[in-house]
């Protein structure tokens, strides 16, 4: 079978009105020339029946399976990369490769079996897989709405009501997708780390590799070992899932006891050995270093400078009658605030039950938390037209003028997507692209101001405000994927568009089955101590941009990225410190010990491992599900019991009474 390499018959001038084969066969990313390959083979069959068999099931199983793991204090988010690839080569040798018509489709001929099992068609029975899982956030964003509705304010909504909503808001991205695909899928310098991951991963389970160690079979020893481990942390011994030695240490002190545990404190020298805590913000393997450290400066200025001053010095407004650290609202007293008792039917806020309970208080990380999401507003406005203006600019010149790299030459050989087929979607409704957190706080400062005491709406009208965006960051994410792996658009487009649908119905069937047959789900307070069904809970770049100007000689000043610095605690709460510690721990052994020292093991194996630990940890999650956790099976042992940092959701105000907290005079 032919296969087609540069320079295709498609040439672009390099400035000079030139074909440049040295400088434009290559990508000007260095991880993506590592990684990515530059031929393409376009005779490859990828609409065929195996991928079309393979993507339902798996978007369906996968969609169902991440929305019931959804509802653990720990979620597991479960792909399908490895199991479909054995699936993929038995329905190759079994199915009849007999050739035939159907009528309406002329004289073309087709078969359920065209020849081996190929890349492309395990990369789009993969994408069908992954809208399975929200693309990689686990079930549709919008069922915690519905969660919201009946779990916590028990209140009812009708299923139609509720698919809607869920379908609605997950296609709705496709709009802005459509209008931005040219701007960040198409520049060579438009990388976005995760797809690499992916075309490692891919490329290590379908090439031939004579080495010694191949990537296929390193990946198999890595998967083993992953998914051998988690029996550990995943059963066996929890509490190294957040090893708080310092409460350890100091089990009757209060203060120690926030400043220490991992979970419900600062977490100062907490770390995990639980992969999926340390990849919960994704995988830390992934990520470039510079946007590593400046989460790191990011979080320890905000979590051991800013809130020990706001908590201990300053007591910002009453802090100190609350715990330090969590996701609930409480009283003026201390005590968990009843929402469900100041909403009324119609989801708005009964002013009289709400004097009552008196004024909502937040834990000092929570309120902190949307502060600095505001700042990270800001500054990613300020950052973004310093920094990348100009950049942005010529790109957006550059399109017009046909400026390309040697992927999208060869994607020249594939029909583009018209326009007009990510109309409908819109019509429903690269630098800090993926930063979409922030979204959520002005959504919901807005529609604060514009509609308040009305919870539900305001929490729908932040579901549409974020996933257009993050939608379409995950759209477009794949679509660089497809654009990596030399993949059809209108096939990509066709099997995202279809598996979104599937998948956000099936998401709201299996969340409605375990919200009216699981007693008391989410409710922490009601549920047993060991139950998993908790459920998880503009100035500044200006600064930057002038040292920079001073001292241009210094490369590191641009790689201060405050929109990320300030943004480092955006998904705190759920997030908790112990995540932080361990996924920048790990990501810098990575991503600067590992590619600084050992290149070429990091270009072989790096990503390789990173989807062998997911795939390990995913498949022991489900076996122990099915084997000891539908009778709730546990272990009753001192290694079992959470991190043994009870006293660090007490309050340290003098007077304040909470049950199993010492009262302080």
């Not at 498609?10 to 990684?35: A, C, H, I, K």
């Not at 490329?203 to 998914?227: G, P």
């Not at 993926?434 to 514009?450: D, P």
């Amino acid at each position: 079978m032919a296969t087609l390499e540069t320079p295709p018959p498609y040439t672009t001038t390099n400035g000079r009105g030139g074909y440049n084969s040295d400088e434009d066969d290559v990508s000007p990313v260095e991880q993506v020339r590592l990684t990515v390959s530059n031929t393409d083979d376009p005779t490859l069959p990828v609409w065929t029946f195996r991928m079309w068999f393979l993507g339902l099931i798996t978007c369906a199983l996968l969609s169902s399976l991440n929305q019931f793991f959804s509802y653990r204090t720990q979620p597991v988010v479960i792909t399908v990369q490895v199991a479909t690839l054995p699936m993929g080569h038995f329905l190759a040798a079994v199915l009849p490769t007999a050739k035939f018509r159907i009528p309406g489709f002329g004289p073309r001929l087709f078969s359920f079996n065209p020849g081996p099992f190929n890349m492309k068609e395990h990369v789009l029975i993969s994408i069908f897989a992954n809208t399975g899982c929200a693309f990689g956030f686990g079930p549709a964003y919008a069922v915690g709405i519905v969660t919201i509705i009946k779990a916590f304010n028990h209140r009812n909504i009708s299923f139609l009501a509720g698919w809607i909503l869920i379908i609605t808001t997950q296609v709705l991205g496709y709009g802005w997708a459509g209008l931005l695909r040219k701007y960040v899928v198409e520049p060579a310098h438009m990388w976005w780390p995760n797809t690499l991951v992916q075309v490692s991963f891919f490329r290590a389970l379908h090439e031939k590799d004579e080495s010694r160690m191949s990537r296929a079979r390193f990946f198999l020893i890595a998967l083993f070992c992953s998914f051998s481990w988690y029996l550990v942390p995943g059963y066996l011994f929890t509490t190294l899932s957040s090893i708080s030695w310092v409460c350890w240490a100091f089990s009757k002190s209060v203060t120690a006891q926030q400043i220490g545990s991992g979970m419900r404190g600062l977490g100062l020298g907490a770390l995990t050995l639980d992969w999926t805590i340390v990849s919960y913000l994704s995988s830390p393997l992934i990520w470039p270093f510079f946007s590593i450290v400046n989460v790191f400066l990011g979080y320890t200025l905000i979590t051991y400078i800013v809130i020990p001053i706001a908590y201990w010095g300053l007591d910002v407004y009453g802090a100190k009658k609350f715990p330090i650290f969590s996701s609930h609202l409480f009283t003026d007293q201390g005590q968990r605030y009843n929402m469900s008792a100041i909403v009324n039917k119609k989801f708005e806020i009964d002013m009289v039950q709400y004097e009552k309970q008196g004024r909502i208080n937040l834990s000092m990380f929570f309120a902190l938390s949307y502060g600095f999401g505001f700042a990270a507003i800001a500054s990613t406005l300020t950052h973004v037209a310093l920094f990348y203006g100009r950049e942005i600019y010529e790109r957006f010149r550059a399109s017009y003028k046909g400026k390309e790299d040697i992927h999208t030459r060869l994607m020249r050989n594939y029909k583009d997507i018209p326009s007009w087929w990510f109309s409908p979607a819109a019509w429903s409704d690269n630098c800090s692209l993926s930063e979409t957190e922030w979204l959520v706080v002005i959504t919901e400062y807005i529609m604060g101001i514009i509609y308040p005491g009305r919870p539900i709406a305001n929490i729908c009208f932040k579901t549409y405000g974020h996933m257009s965006t993050a939608q379409a960051v995950s759209f477009l994410s794949d679509f660089k994927l497809g654009h990596y792996m030399k993949i059809p658009p209108r096939s990509m487009f066709l099997v995202q568009l279809i598996g979104t649908i599937i998948a956000g119905t099936v998401n709201i069937l299996v969340a409605w089955w375990q919200l009216t047959s699981i007693e008391n789900i989410c409710q922490d307070d009601l549920l047993p101590h060991d139950s998993p069904w908790k459920c998880p809970r503009a100035m500044g770049p200006v600064f930057v941009w002038l040292f920079h100007k001073a001292f241009p000689t210094r490369s590191w000043i641009p790689l201060i990225n405050l929109p990320v610095l300030f943004g480092a605690i955006a998904d705190m709460p759920p997030a908790t410190p112990v995540i932080y510690n361990s996924w920048i721990l790990v990501g810098t052994i990575f991503n600067f010990f590992i590619f600084r020292y050992k290149k070429k093991w990091w270009q072989r194996y790096n990503y390789i491992l990173s989807a062998a630990l997911d795939a390990g940890v995913a498949f022991m999650a489900v076996l122990l599900y099915f084997s000891v956790g539908i009778e709730n099976k546990q272990l009753n042992w001192w290694g079992t019991h959470d991190e043994h940092c009870d006293l660090a959701t007490c309050p340290t105000a003098k007077g304040i009474v909470v049950d199993g907290c010492p009262v302080k005079q």
